[in-house]
């Protein structure tokens, strides 16, 4: 990973700030809400998709294959923004 990941709760959403590792300089900074911060804790954690997602399906009362989409998706796109 090329960033510093630094995560913070505001309100119903969390910022998440992408630092340089060399500079410290902010390259990004944008939100997510609770599933997708969860998401990339597992990311940046490298926990697998295929264990994840019943996890999360559970705690967020969603369908296994609802929540296999939503991961599949949200970590194609962290894999594209932190790489």
């Not at 995560?7 to 590792?21: G, M, P, T």
């Not at 410290?24 to 997708?36: A, D, I």
């Not at 929540?67 to 790489?83: D, E, G, P």
Request: charged share 25%; glycine share 4%; aromatic share 8%.
């Amino acid at each position: 990973m090329k960033y510093e990941v630094n995560i913070a709760e505001l309100a119903d959403h969390y910022v998440i700030v992408l630092k340089d590792k060399q500079t410290r300089q902010v390259k990004r900074v944008f939100t997510l809400n609770h599933l997708g911060t969860d998401i990339l804790r597992a990311y940046m954690e490298g926990r697998p998709q295929q264990e994840l997602a019943p996890e999360l399906a559970e705690r967020y009362g969603a369908s296994l294959e609802s929540m296999q989409q939503q991961v599949s998706q949200t970590m194609a796109r962290l894999a594209r923004i932190l790489y």
